[in-house]
Every structure is written in C-alpha cells, then in structure tokens.
C-alpha cells in the first residue's frame, strides 16, 4: 500500500514557497526486513536482537520525523542491538545489501556502556549496483557517561534506488560521539540526524560529505539540541552538486535554556558546477539561554577564476579540475573511517563515477 510520507520536517518554519519546510514522497507503506550482516564484530561487541535496551537515557528524537520513524520501527519486527562494552581494537563492521525492487527497512542500536570506546561502521550498497527499490535505515544510539564512540555511514547505492535513513542519539555526561557520513549514491535521498546532549561536557561533531549528479535528489535534515551544561557540537557539511541534481540542507542548533556554557558551531559548503543543479540551505539556531556561544553559516559557490587558473598553469583542465575538487571533499571524509576496505570501496565507487581508475595508493 503507497502513502504520500512527510520527511525531513524544518524545525521552524518559513516561507512555503522556498520549498524546504520538508520533503515529501510516495512510499510502499509495507516493509520487509533487512537486518544486514556484521562483517567483522570486535572483542567488546554483543549481537543481540531487539528493538529497545535499559538505559536512564531519554529516547532519541528523530530529524526525518515522527510517522516516518514510526513506521521503520513497526516493519523492522526484530531489530538488532549492539552493546559495545570496553574499548573497541577494530571497528565493528555493518554491511547492509540491497536488491533490485526491494522495499525494505533496517533497526539498529548502539549501546555504549559507560566508558567504552570505538567506532561503528554501517555501509548501504546495493549488490551489482541495483537500480530500483527502497531502503530505509534506522540507527538509535545511546551513550552511556563517558563513552566515546564514531559511527560511520556510508552510501553506496545504485542510481535508481531511494533510501531514507536516519541517526538519532542521546548523550549522557561527558560523552563524545562523532558521526561521519558519505554519500554518493541513490536517486531520491532524505537522509537526516538527531544528537541530544543530555548529560553535561557532553559532545557531538559530524563530517558530511556528498557528491550529487545526473538527476539526483539529496535532501537533509541535522539537528542537534544542547539541554546539559557545557556542552559542544561542531556540524560540517560539504559536498558538490553538478548536471541536474538537488541538495536541500536544514541545520539546526538548539540551545534549550539551562545548556549554560555550551558551544556550538555549523558549516555547509558547497561546490555548484552546473547552473541547472539546485542548492536550497536552511542553517538555523533556536536560543533558549544567554550563556552560549553558536555560529552557523552556509556558502555556495562554482570554480573561481583564480582555482581555474592554478589548475591551468599546472596542466589541469576545468573538467579534471572539478573532479580532484570533487573527490577531495569525499576523501577528507573518507579519511576518518577506521577501515581501509571500506575507504578503497568509496575509491572504487568514485572511480567509476568519473570514469577513472585511481583504486591504487
């Protein structure tokens, strides 16, 4: 059965007409579940099904919106759970495949108990570069006091598949959780995260990174709501946009009243090779409380004349240009994921993008 689903919800609306309050699409409300395979699971990781774990943490609130969340949660009717206990030597590796045609949705969580330490690695591709079908993907996280943890998400997925994934966390007292996010695949995106830093000294840092094209549809929505003392958040996103593709960016920095002390900063970039690409950016701050700090900003933009010419005296056409440029912004991100299997498969995958083969160190 098909519904027109609400996705991506702006925290404070604006205009109508600028068409970014959310986004909204057709979705086959009945799900099968794809609970992915661990590709490698470290000393420190329990595997356990279920969809909800003990905790004094709040639930995590959720960017993609409430209906949207709801239904992932009711289809996906097992749910996995990984307790992460200790410090983690390896990263525990999540790889989910998809089909052509599928319609099919994944739960995780992530529980990391009190002063565990690692990272998390959860890779989407579709097998053979399928080119239909929907995945919807979503990841819970609770950290525990003291806890330290990376997750890693990475979109590989064929040019004709949708996806919409989600990555919603509650931070206790002290805890540090980076999120690194690539994505390079799919047709119509919404992808989307929520960070509460419930606990005092806790932090968040994200790096997105993104490469749109051909026809493509990118459409985001970050938030992250300061309620503990101290607490700090630094949001990055940069990517390029080039033929006829799309990139929505909501952003949002809440600081609840009582987060005295707390910092919090948000940077989108974008590169715009095309004049027929389309870039809508929506970065926001909400303040409750006087004693803060926040900065957001947003800049887009195509080559300049002096990048062009730097490239040019060394030999380098505009359209090599654009793709080293292109790449680095993908590479920068690439970079901060603990496995050099998954960074050469993001190679791989560029590479065939631009038509290159630059798969070797």
């Excluded at 709040?58 to 949660?73: D, H, T």
């Excluded at 998809?98 to 959860?122: M, R, Y």
């Excluded at 101290?230 to 990517?239: R, S, W």
């Excluded at 900063?265 to 409380?289: H, Q, Y």
Aim: charged share 25%; hydrophobic share 35%.
């Amino acid at each position: 059965m098909e519904e027109q689903l609400d996705l991506n919800p702006i925290t404070y609306l604006t205009w109508n007409w600028m068409k970014i309050n959310k986004d909204s699409i057709p979705v086959n409300v009945s799900f099968s579940e794809n609970s992915g395979k661990e590709v490698h699971i470290p000393q420190g990781v329990t595997v356990s099904e279920g969809k909800a774990v003990k905790t004094e943490l709040q639930e995590p609130l959720y960017s993609i919106g409430s209906k949207a969340s709801e239904l992932i949660s009711s289809n996906a009717k097992i749910g996995k759970i990984y307790t992460i206990n200790g410090t983690l030597k390896k990263p525990l590796v999540i790889r989910i495949e998809s089909q052509d045609g599928c319609n099919e949705c994944t739960q995780q969580i992530i529980h990391a108990l009190p002063d565990s330490k690692g990272e998390v690695i959860i890779v989407n591709a579709s097998k053979d570069k399928s080119d239909g079908g929907m995945t919807a993907l979503l990841t819970k996280l609770y950290l525990e006091e003291n806890a330290d943890i990376q997750i890693s998400k990475v979109q590989l997925l064929g040019s004709a598949m949708n996806q919409i994934d989600e990555t919603a966390a509650s931070c206790g007292a002290d805890s540090k959780m980076k999120f690194i996010q690539v994505e390079l695949g799919g047709s119509h995106i919404d992808q989307g995260f929520h960070a509460t830093l419930l606990g005092s000294r806790s932090d968040f840092t994200s790096h997105m990174a993104y490469l749109c094209r051909n026809d493509q549809y990118l459409d985001t929505n970050q938030t992250v709501v300061h309620k503990g003392k101290k607490t700090t958040c630094d949001m990055y996103t940069d990517g390029t946009i080039k033929d006829k593709s799309t990139k929505v960016y909501r952003g949002t920095i809440d600081m609840i009243t009582g987060c005295s002390g707390s910092n919090g900063n948000e940077m989108e970039n974008t590169l715009n090779l095309s004049p027929d690409a389309v870039e809508k950016s929506a970065p926001i701050i909400l303040c409750g409380e006087d004693d803060i700090s926040a900065e957001h900003g947003s800049t887009i933009g195509k080559l300049s004349k002096d990048i062009l010419f730097y490239f040019q005296s060394r030999g380098i056409d505009q359209a090599l240009a654009e793709e080293i440029l292109s790449k680095a912004k993908i590479q920068a991100a690439a970079d901060k994921i603990g496995s050099e299997e998954v960074r050469q498969e993001i190679k791989a995958y560029l590479a065939e993008i631009f038509g290159s083969d630059d798969t070797e160190e």
